[in-house]
């Protein structure tokens, strides 16, 4: 079965340092990989997604995610985090012959001025 | 913009009760969801709806059932409500293709008491 694995539940950071949140997923097959946000308060919104072409994809907000296929992994990075990047971030990934997607548990990012 | 609607934010039942959620999406999209959110534990979906009256178990579809009538309503419903279902519901909504997003509702917060 699939899954997907986020190791880092809860990270702190101040304003202006830089972040790397880790995902790993567990499927030998293509898929399709997604990263999403859910602010306080608000519904869950896509941050960029990745199914062909470039490993290294660009979303929005400055954030950025690299494709390694050789590690099964995802990662989400940020060079300079804001104190409105505070969010939960949730990895997805589904095998590209559904359109289910798997979550990982999620990471809470609070960030300090 | 996609817009996804639930109809209650925050629901209070007892158990035993019969208790339905409804979600509504103006995209005309094919796929619809719904999930659990748990801290801890991330997304787990319930049931997944790929065309009216066509449905899918998910991860966690024990205790619940679903009703696609239109296109564009997808209902949750809890049989005989218990303690164990109190948690965070969220509806979403995609185009078919799994490299889609999904389109997420602001939740409703079910307490079971």
């Known amino acids: 079965a699939q899954s997907v694995s986020q190791h880092n539940h809860h990270v702190i950071l101040s304003e202006a340092a830089s972040l790397e949140l880790g995902c790993n997923y567990s499927?030998?097959?293509?898929?399709?990989l997604f990263w999403y946000v859910q602010y306080p308060g608000q519904h869950l919104q896509l941050l960029l997604k990745?199914?062909?072409?470039?490993?290294l994809v660009k979303g929005i907000k400055g954030f950025e995610a690299e494709f390694i296929k050789s590690k099964f992994s995802f990662n989400l990075r940020k060079p300079s985090v804001q104190w409105s990047d505070t969010a939960e971030y949730f990895c997805?990934?589904?095998?590209?012959?559904?359109?289910?997607?798997?979550f990982g548990t999620g990471t809470r990012l609070q960030v300090f001025p | 913009d996609v817009k996804v609607t639930q109809s209650s934010r925050y629901l209070v039942k007892r158990t035993g009760e019969k208790v339905f959620l409804e979600c509504v999406q103006d995209?005309?999209?094919?796929?619809m969801f719904w999930y659990r959110q748990d801290p801890g534990l991330g997304l787990r979906l319930i049931y997944f709806?790929?065309?009216?009256?066509?449905?899918e178990k998910g991860d966690i579809p024990e205790g619940y059932s679903v009703s696609r009538e239109k296109k564009e309503r997808f209902s949750l419903i809890l049989e005989s409500a218990s303690t164990n279902q109190t948690s965070m519901y969220l509806c979403?909504?995609?185009?078919?293709?799994?490299?889609?997003?999904?389109?997420f509702g602001d939740g409703t917060r079910l307490s079971i008491l």
């Open positions: 979403a909504s995609s185009s078919q293709g799994a490299y889609q997003p999904q389109h």
């Open positions: 499927y030998g097959g293509t898929v399709n």
């Open positions: 990745y199914f062909s072409g470039d490993p």
């Open positions: 997805a990934v589904n095998a590209r012959n559904t359109d289910k997607l798997i």
């Open positions: 995209m005309d999209h094919e796929n």
């Open positions: 709806s790929y065309d009216v009256k066509m449905k």
